[in-house]
């Protein structure tokens, strides 16, 4: 199939960069659905009609082939890097180093069953793929060390965050509290509807005021008896806060509400996936 004529490159205009004080060594995107070759449904979305230029990322998603790699490449060269550490996500909470990752793909092995990985090697890409999922993005404030968490509920009520952010600090030879986080885009509490199990599985084990403070992340759906309208940005920042972890920004993306800017798995189905990157260089 051939690639449709479009803007050879991918552009700083078609991602999402964390307005965070940490140091220049750390550098750190999301992708939109925007600036690549895919086509509907993995396309472009403006004025409420389909278009080509989708940046689809997500291999088994059911696009083109050739138009997921070239979308690929075009991150890639925005990266200024060959590779990445892209991971098989399993909605865990297993963290693995980033160059472990790259050692087995560069060995032809299957991708490392893992949903977040750190580094603190220049030149070595995190990156962990989404479609409604929070991507959590770490770094200590002098850039030794970076990670990136992929936080669907089930990962971020197993501790895929506060795994992830010990590995960072353990990495940067300092404390947790120290760390700064970037809450990506996701699915926001207007769209993200759950049932009890969900919220059970945040409130298990929690007490006191905590167990006020999550239990107000969780609002009774008010068509849907019995279900709940739950805030995953809400919930991360108090997986966080119980570490030490304030330092947070970002959570204000909603997937599900902004059509033009993302994909969303639960409002489309057929989708793309987007990416959350992030990795140290000298300068």
């Not at 940490?22 to 690549?36: E, F, I």
């Not at 069953?113 to 793929?129: L, Q």
């Not at 309208?229 to 997986?239: H, I, P, T």
Request: proline share 6%; aromatic share 6%; hydrophobic share 40%.
């Amino acid at each position: 199939m051939t690639l449709p004529a479009l803007s050879p490159e991918l552009s700083l205009n078609d991602v999402l960069r964390p307005e965070w004080s940490v140091s220049p060594r750390v550098h750190a995107l999301v992708t939109t659905r925007n600036g690549g070759v895919s086509l509907p449904p993995f396309g472009t979305w403006r004025d409420g009609v389909d278009g080509p230029g989708g940046l689809n990322l997500g291999r088994k998603s059911g696009d083109e082939p050739e138009h997921v790699e070239a979308n690929r490449a075009r991150l890639m060269k925005l990266t200024a890097h060959d590779e990445a550490a892209w991971l098989s996500q399993v909605h865990g909470a297993t963290v693995v180093n980033a160059d472990d990752v790259l050692a087995a793909a560069r060995r032809g092995e299957p991708l490392l069953p893992a949903d977040a990985s750190v580094t603190d090697r220049t030149g070595t890409v995190c990156v962990v793929m989404i479609a409604d999922c929070m991507p959590v993005l770490l770094c200590d404030p002098q850039g030794r060390a970076v990670g990136a968490a992929h936080a669907g509920w089930r990962g971020l009520a197993s501790g895929v965050v506060e795994n992830t952010a010990q590995r960072v600090a353990s990495l940067a030879g300092t404390d947790m509290s120290v760390l700064h986080a970037y809450l990506g885009p996701c699915i926001g509490p207007q769209a993200f509807e759950v049932g009890p199990d969900v919220r059970d599985a945040f409130m298990k084990g929690v007490g006191g005021a905590q167990r006020d403070e999550v239990a107000s992340a969780f609002v009774e759906h008010p068509q849907n008896a019995g279900k709940y309208l739950a805030d995953l940005a809400q919930l991360a920042r108090l997986r966080l806060a119980q570490i030490g972890v304030t330092n947070v920004v970002g959570g204000d993306h909603c997937t599900f509400t902004e059509r033009e800017r993302f994909y969303s798995y639960r409002r489309d189905r057929e989708t793309g996936r987007m990416a959350a990157l992030i990795w140290l260089e000298d300068h």
